[in-house]
């Protein structure tokens, strides 16, 4: 059982345009989203995050989107570039009854971001 | 070298055989986790480690799974009598106290079992 869907393999876009790409999840008692991208033969990098408590987190040309009644989120690129082509994985983790009593991440599948020159 | 250390790579082994993979995490950081990724998968859960704390090992697929973490450093995932499933790129990340959502992944280790 799925808690953390990533329904878009790949994704296709031209430099300079804008890259979205979503994440839904299932899980109501998930609290804080992030969002890693990973490039071939490295491990995942964090690349922004955000909390249950804002529907919008920016930094930089990255920005994520919370959707708490949809269970929705999205991580909007602008403008892509070529070196933005990697595999983006969205993580959820559950709601802390005490802080750091929660340290699980839930993974989705990944989606694979092509920036075309 | 600042980042995670994984040890090795690469490993190519056959059914029934024993491994052990080997990480190096960040040093100053409290928390280890192993993940895995088999392919077309997200990454999935495996052990973590906590300073002198006992590990959640709740992630572990098998008792053919074991981990432990010398000294609260270097940590040692060891799979016994592989078997083709277990065939993955195991993930070792760490995190510091403060924050410790934000991992900091090595590069892994893939695993072929033939």
Redesign the interface.
């Known amino acids: 059982d799925q808690q953390v869907k990533q329904n878009s393999p790949s994704l296709s876009v031209q430099e300079g345009r804008i890259s979205i790409l979503n994440c839904d999840y299932t899980n109501s008692m998930f609290d804080y989203f992030l969002w890693y991208k990973k490039y071939p033969a490295e491990g995942p990098t964090f690349l922004i995050s955000i909390s249950s408590i804002k529907d919008k987190n920016e930094d930089g040309r990255f920005t994520v989107f919370l959707n708490k009644s949809a269970k929705h989120l999205s991580l909007h690129i602008v403008p892509s570039q070529p070196g933005d082509s990697a595999v983006y994985f969205c993580a959820a983790r559950l709601l802390e009854l005490l802080r750091g009593s929660n340290y699980k991440l839930t993974f989705g599948k990944g989606t694979l971001l092509t920036v075309n020159p | 070298g600042a980042g995670?250390s994984q040890s090795p790579s690469n490993k190519v082994t056959e059914k029934g055989k024993d491994v052990e993979l080997r990480c190096d995490p960040i040093s100053g950081h409290t928390?280890l986790?192993w993940?895995r990724q088999s392919l077309?998968?997200?990454?999935?859960?495996l052990i973590?480690f906590?300073g002198n704390s006992a590990p959640?090992k709740s992630?572990l697929p098998s008792d053919r799974f074991s981990a432990e973490r010398t000294g609260g450093s270097v940590s040692t995932l060891t799979i016994q009598r592989t078997q083709q499933e277990d065939s993955a790129v195991y993930?070792c990340?760490s995190?510091p106290?403060a924050s410790?959502?934000?991992?900091?992944?090595?590069?892994?280790t893939q695993l072929s079992v033939l």
């Open positions: 995670v928390a986790y993940y077309g998968q997200g990454l999935e859960f973590y906590q959640d992630g993930l990340a995190s106290a410790r959502e934000k991992l900091f992944f090595g590069s892994g």
